[in-house]
T-cell receptor
Framework: GAVVSQHPSRVICKSGTSVKIECRSLDFQATTMFWYRQFPKKSLMLMATSNEGSKATYEQGVEKDKFLINHASLTLSTLTVTSAHPEDSSFYIC???????????FGPGTRLTVT | GENVEQHPSTLSVQEGDSAVIKCTYSDSASNYFPWYKQELGKRPQLIIDIRSNVGEKKDQRIAVTLNKTAKHFSLHITETQPEDSAVYFCAAPRQAAGNKLTFGGGTRVLVKP
């Protein structure tokens, strides 16, 4: 149980284009989904928190107009990196939480490379 | 907000020995403490967690202990095997009533055969 999928697993895009990443909870309904960014050999950095049917809340320093989040249903959240630049290249990981107990289950991550 | 510190940052052990990773947290209201294992290029996987109403929890070769007074919790891996080699992250709630987690800096564990 508690399976989270994420697509695509890898994406290469040109500077200035936008990229959409999908996060799905496959066998549970996620009241909350989270988007993280992870640099090589570093810890997980929370970017934003997404609740179904409401606006995402962004961490300090994360541009909401650059990282658009949509949480359309209790099983799907999307992150769109708009006008991507090489410095946006990173490993993006989503997680989903089934309730208020605190547990988070992670997707497999998306490696974004912006050329 | 919560501040989580994790030590050591790297840990090398001989196969069969035990490994211990310790985390400290700052918010005394925190009540949920998960541990994640992340292999290279893979997702973090929840391996064990503990809530503040218990002091210890065990699952086969892994155990977590919690000292609420001192505000620290530890991951113990016994009889380590090469497949235990990974980066381990501890976490604590960003705030008592929320689902956000603050992660420790990670411990890179290498189990030498």
């Amino acid at each position: 149980g508690a399976v989270v999928s994420q697509h695509p697993s890898r994406v290469i895009c040109k500077s200035g284009t936008s990229v959409k990443i999908e996060c799905r909870s496959l066998d549970f309904q996620a009241t909350t989904m989270f988007w993280y960014r992870q640099f090589p050999k570093k810890s997980l950095m929370l970017m934003a928190t997404s609740n179904e049917g409401s606006k995402a809340t962004y961490e300090q320093g994360v541009e909401k107009d650059k990282f658009l989040i949509n949480h359309a249903s209790l099983t799907l959240s999307t992150l769109t990196v708009t006008s991507a630049h090489p410095e946006d290249s990173s490993f993006y990981i989503c997680s989903a939480s089934p309730g208020t107990g605190g547990e988070q289950y992670f997707g497999p991550g998306t490696r974004l490379t912006v050329t | 907000g919560e501040n989580v510190e994790q030590h050591p940052s790297t840990l090398s052990v001989q196969e069969g020995d035990s490994a211990v990773i310790k985390c400290t947290y700052s918010d005394s209201a925190s009540n949920y403490f998960p541990w994640y294992k992340q292999e290279l290029g893979k997702r973090p996987q929840l391996i064990i967690d503990i809530r503040s109403n218990v002091g210890e929890k065990k699952d086969q070769r892994i155990a977590v202990t919690l000292n609420k007074t001192a505000k620290h919790f530890s991951l113990h891996i016994t009889e380590t095997q090469p497949e235990d080699s990974a980066v381990y992250f501890c976490a604590a709630p960003r705030q008592a009533a929320g689902n956000k987690l603050t992660f420790g800096g990670g411990t890179r564990v290498l189990v030498k055969p």
